[in-house]
């Protein structure tokens, strides 16, 4: 099983891979099974949100397999993927001193 963290593998510092990455989203959507938003009174407000949900649709996926998170939860799941992320850092910069 694989997850795709859009705040994550969408560059959120260079706007050229910026939008290459938003651009991409929809390849990612037509792969997947089911979709899960931290939901929160902004998210409407990101235009690449609006894009997730628009693609969703376009693509005909069902509806009941859109996961809303609440802003609280949503924020867990922003502490666990932090964790994630800096433990997929420390392997990494680990392995390259095995290497050596």
């Known amino acids: 099983r694989m997850v795709f963290l859009d705040k994550i593998c969408v560059n959120q510092t260079d706007p050229i891979l910026k939008e290459k990455g938003i651009l991409g989203l929809a390849g990612f959507l ?55 992320t800096v433990l997929g850092f420390i392997l990494v910069w680990i392995a390259r001193f095995e290497d050596l």
């Not at 235009?47 to 693609?55: K, S």
């Open 30 to 84: 037509a792969i997947t099974d089911r979709i899960v938003i931290c939901w929160s009174p902004r998210y409407f407000s990101r235009l690449w949100c609006v894009f997730e949900i628009a693609t969703w649709m376009k693509l005909q996926k069902p509806l009941d397999n859109i996961v809303l998170l609440p802003n609280a939860q949503g924020a867990l799941v922003g502490v666990v993927q932090l964790g994630l």
